[in-house]
């Protein structure tokens, strides 16, 4: 047995010793007799006469040094044909002429031939190019592929890779002559929200300052940054101004420039999207990350710009409902704030619950039992953000499923808290009445409604147990509460 085992061993040995001696390494198989293998970058691309302009730039901007390094690079090298379409705006500019080659440029070596038909590359200018399939690199053919030399490859393009602006520098360069790309450039000093004045004070001025001082960049998506593609609907002035005096009755603040100032923002923040879409692949309809469903007309697109980041469509305009834009608010039991009393509760008495209801579905929420020590009142505390200016339905779902008896909650909407502890009623917001939690019932329930003057956040919501000390009379309980805005 010993001695078959080393049969086979030695078999195995020499079959590998075979499978090694006929392989090598792709680089070598390629261009193995290649006398190109001997020179660098540098040399090999002025050597070639259809790409000795780029040489020309190369020298020009000091890269001729950085292709001599003993680094690895790709190169991707426009013809001299290609080079005499570059504008002379960038040829005849120092700082200009240093991004574009630097565009052509990055680091490792990419081959034509790849494992991924479409691989997305960092280029020394900081932007991200595409190289799809074999012969395209953006939107540049290449029409001579593979040139390998000692430090490296080059791919011939047809095409110069000239740097192309990101959505936000677009936005920022159509800030005088469109009034949608005016109002987001505006945000950079506006705030909507309190967390975007901190930012600003602790932002370090330079070409990215934007992606964290503006409040669109903040809190929508971050169209100054390169590494994603994005698509945004820019409308024109008509359009833009339509789309913002429909959500003004719904966006009304302590003044007409802060109502104006919302409308803008809870307009313009449902334009923007992760993906860049090209016009074959444009649905009918889009949902933003806020929820809001933005119908697509293709017929009211005037132009498509592609930019290094994605895709800006210019558009007559985007007509999107009212009722769509006014989405409803849902606020999950167990993602509670604060508890009242804040202080002396009993927190073994509180369970967050994962549970599974009679249709197998799971959830999560809070219920508060047994509860004897902090006096006949308690309260399970809420915020919400973000809420529009007009009537609300609200619902809950509270699950009374481990009594044998039915207790009563209530909940009251902008809660006010005198001194002595006890709740101003003239003055909250909204106090529905005491309901019945009913045994086992998953079902929503509809509480009531209630009416919002002004836009903005309900600071606190507060689920208040029954005035009693009497054990399963003063529980509390609850999945979630839903505020269902209407249309005026």
């Not at 003004?248 to 923002?265: E, F």
């Not at 045994?439 to 003057?453: A, C, M, N, R």
Request: proline residues 4%; glycine residues 4%; contains cysteine.
């Amino acid at each position: 047995m010993i001695a078959l085992k080393l049969n086979y061993k030695k078999l195995f040995i020499g079959f590998l010793a075979i499978a090694l001696a006929s392989c090598s390494d792709p680089w070598d198989d390629r261009k193995s007799d290649d006398a190109n293998l001997e020179i660098n970058l540098t040399q090999a691309i002025a050597n070639n006469p259809e790409t000795s302009k780029f040489a020309e730039a190369l020298v020009k901007t000091g890269y001729d040094k950085v292709l001599k390094q003993s680094k690895t690079y790709t190169v991707f090298v426009p013809t001299n044909d290609a080079m005499d379409k570059v504008s002379i705006s960038i040829l005849n500019n120092t700082d200009a002429l240093v991004f574009f080659v630097q565009n052509h440029i990055t680091l490792t070596a990419f081959s034509s031939v790849r494992d991924e038909p479409s691989e997305k590359i960092q280029m020394f200018s900081n932007k991200f190019l595409v190289f799809k399939g074999t012969n395209l690199i953006d939107d540049a053919p290449i029409i001579d592929a593979d040139n390998y030399v000692s430090n490296g490859v080059f791919h011939i393009l047809s095409k110069a890779l000239t740097p192309k602006m990101n959505i936000w520098q677009f936005v920022n360069a159509t800030g005088s002559s469109i009034e949608m790309s005016k109002y987001l450039k505006s945000l950079t000093e506006l705030n909507i929200y309190k967390a975007d004045s901190i930012a600003k004070l602790a932002t370090v001025p330079g070409l990215y300052a934007d992606s964290l001082s503006n409040s669109y960049l903040r809190n929508v998506y971050n169209l100054n940054n390169e590494k994603n593609r994005y698509t945004l609907f820019l409308m024109e002035d008509g359009g833009y101004t339509a789309e913002v005096d429909k959500l003004k009755p719904y966006l009304v603040k302590n003044s007409a420039a802060r109502t104006d100032t919302y409308s803008s923002y809870f307009t313009v923040r449902d334009m923007a999207f992760p993906k860049a879409y090209l016009p074959n692949e444009l649905p009918s309809t889009l949902t933003t990350r806020f929820g809001v469903t933005v119908p697509i007309d293709k017929t009211q697109i005037v132009s498509q710009i592609t930019l290094s980041n994605g895709i800006v469509y210019i558009m007559k305009k985007v007509d999107v409902p009212v009722a769509n834009r006014l989405v409803t608010t849902k606020i999950e039991g167990e993602k509670n704030t604060t508890f009242f009393p804040y202080t002396n509760y009993n927190r073994s008495t509180i369970f967050y619950r994962d549970k599974k209801d009679p249709k197998g579905d799971l959830f999560n929420d809070i219920m508060q039992q047994h509860r004897v020590t902090e006096g006949p009142n308690f309260f399970i505390n809420y915020t919400a953000s973000d809420l529009y200016s007009t009537k609300y339905k609200v619902y809950w779902r509270a699950i009374n499923d481990v009594q044998s008896n039915v207790y009563q909650q209530r909940l009251i909407v902008g809660t006010v808290f005198k001194t002595d502890g006890t709740i101003d009623l003239t003055t909250s917001l909204m106090a529905f009445p005491y309901m019945n939690v009913e045994l086992k019932i998953y079902d929503e329930v509809y509480i009531g409604e209630f009416s919002l003057p002004q836009a903005g956040n309900i600071d606190t919501i507060s689920l208040v147990a029954t005035a009693t000390t009497t054990v399963g009379n003063n529980s509390l309980t609850l999945d979630y509460l839903k505020f269902v805005p209407v249309v005026n």
